[in-house]
C-alpha cells in the first residue's frame, strides 16, 4: 500500500504525542503512536516514562478489540526485544493490527529493523520510512547516543545585546527575565546531565536542579522528579563541600584531572561520585567525559557554564547546538565575553547556522548549530 497524504496527518499526530514525554523518558526515546480504522482515530498512546509500557501498548490498551484490522502509525520503529517491557511488535501482531506505519527505523542495535521484519513475518503491511527527519529531531540524543555512542549536547548561554555574559567582576544574575530563566528550567528537565564548571559553581553557588515552580509545564511535577545528573568539573577538587549544590541529595559527578590526593576523596556526601579523566594538559579531557555520559545512558546533555568551559566544547568541536538568550540591555566593554575564543582573523571564524529565533518574554532566544558546511 502506497503512503497517502492522510498517512503524513496521522503521524504528525504520532509526533504530537511523543513530545508529551519529551522531559520524562530518558534514557528512552520519545515516542508516539496513533490507531486509526475506517479513516477515524479510535487510540492514542505514548511513552511517558523508562520501564512503563511503551506507545503502542497504551494506545493498544486504549483501542481493546478495536485494535483488529486497524493501521498503526508509530514515531519510531516498534521495538522487536524484551527489556523492562515486552517487545512492541509482538503486542501489535498480537492485537491484530493490519498495517503499520513507522517515521523511522531504531538506530538501537537491539532493534535496528528488526521490529519491521517481525511484523512483516508476521503478515502485518508495514510502510516507512515516513517524515524521518521530523522523527530524529524528536529524540537527537538518543539517536546520536546509539549511533556514535555520545550525547547530543547543547549548550546554553545568556548574553547582552553587546555580547557579554557577566560583568568583569563575575556578577551575572540576571541578564535575562523570569520567562527566559522558566525556559532554561525546560531545558534541564528535558537534559540527563547538566555539565558546569568548578570556577562557575564557585562564582554563582548554584544548585542545578530542575525547579517545579518554574517550570510552567503540565506536568511540572513528572518532569521534575528525575533531577538531571549534575556533572561538575572541577580539576583539582577546589569545589567546597558546603556548596549549595549539595544541599538536595540527587546525583553529582565530580570529574577532576587524576592529580588529587587520596585525602581529598572523603567527606563528600553519598550521593557524590568522584571520577578521574586526565588530559595531556592537566585538565579533564572533554571527549571522554562526553564518552562516559553516553555509557550512562544520558541522551542530551546541556553544558550550562562560563566563556571558558564553553569555548573549550566548542574549540573542540563537541557542541551540537548553542542556545543564546539575549537579554535587551548593554553591559559595556569590559564585561566578559560569552566565549573564550581567543581568534584572531577573520579566517579563523568559527560559522553558525541559525536554526531559530523567538521571543521569550522580554529577551531573544537564539537557536544555533556549528555550521560544517561554510
Known amino acids: 500500500m502506497a503512503i497517502t497524504p492522510v498517512d503524513f496527518d496521522f503521524m504528525a499526530q504520532a509526533f504530537r504525542l511523543a513530545e508529551r514525554g519529551l522531559h520524562t523518558t530518558m534514557p528512552n526515546p520519545r515516542v508516539g503512536c496513533v ?31 478495536d485494535a483488529r484490522g486497524a493501521t498503526a502509525y508509530v514515531s519510531l520503529e516498534p521495538c522487536s526485544h524484551t527489556g523492562r517491557t515486552g517487545p ?17 527505523e531504531d538506530p538501537n542495535p537491539l532493534v535496528s529493523g528488526d521490529g519491521i521484519a517481525m511484523l512483516r513475518a508476521a ?17 537527537p540524543g538518543y539517536i546520536k547516543r546509539m549511533e556514535r555512542k555520545l550525547p547530543f549536547v547543547r549548550c546554553k548561554l545568556a548574553m547582552s545585546l553587546d555580547g557579554r555574559t557577566a560583568m568583569e567582576s563575575g556578577e551575572s544574575k540576571w541578564i535575562t527575565g523570569p520567562k527566559a530563566r522558566a525556559d532554561v528550567q525546560r531545558l534541564r528537565a528535558r537534559s540527563c546531565a547538566i555539565i558546569s ?3 562557575s ?20 511535577q513528572e518532569a521534575a522528579a528525575k533531577q538531571p545528573l549534575r556533572v561538575i568539573l572541577d580539576s583539582t577538587l577546589r569545589l567546597s563541600r558546603n556548596a549549595l549544590l549539595f544541599k538536595q541529595p540527587s546525583p553529582i559527578l565530580l570529574v577532576h584531572n587524576g592529580s588529587v590526593d587520596a585525602a581529598q576523596y572523603d567527606g563528600w556526601p553519598e550521593f557524590v561520585e568522584l571520577l578521574a579523566l586526565p588530559a595531556k594538559d592537566d585538565r579533564i579531557d572533554l571527549t571522554a567525559l562526553l564518552r562516559e555520559l553516553a555509557k550512562r545512558q544520558c541522551n542530551e546533555v546541556l553544558v550550562e557554564t562560563g ?4 569555548g573549550s566544547f566548542l574549540r573542540r568541536g563537541l557542541l551540537d547546538e548553542i542556545i543564546i538568550y539575549m537579554a535587551p540591555k548593554l553591559l559595556g566593554s569590559n564585561a566578559r565575553p560569552i566565549f573564550d575564543l581567543p ?12 536554526k531559530d529565533i523567538r521571543a521569550v518574554g522580554r529577551d531573544w532566544r537564539i537557536t544555533a548549530a556549528p555550521d560544517t558546511e561554510y
Open 35 to 65: 490507531l486509526v480504522k475506517d479513516g477515524q482515530i479510535i487510540a492514542e498512546g505514548w511513552h511517558i516514562r523508562a520501564g512503563e509500557a511503551h506507545a503502542e501498548v497504551n494506545a493498544l490498551r486504549a483501542a481493546g478489540e
Open 343 to 354: 581568534l584572531d582573523t577573520m579566517s579563523s571564524s568559527l560559522a553558525l547556522k541559525i
Open 123 to 139: 503478515g502485518v503491511q508495514v510502510d516507512g520510512s515516513l517524515l524521518e527527519d521530523d522523527a530524529r529531531a524528536l529524540n
Open 88 to 104: 512492541c511488535s509482538q503486542a501489535l501482531i498480537d492485537a491484530g493490527v493490519a498495517r503499520v506505519v513507522y517515521a523511522m
Open 201 to 220: 559553581i564557585l562564582q554563582d553557588n548554584s544548585s542545578l536542579t530542575v525547579r517545579v515552580d518554574e517550570l510552567d509545564l503540565p506536568n511540572a
Open 197 to 199: 564548571g568548578v570556577d
Open 307 to 310: 566563556a571558558t568551559l564553553a
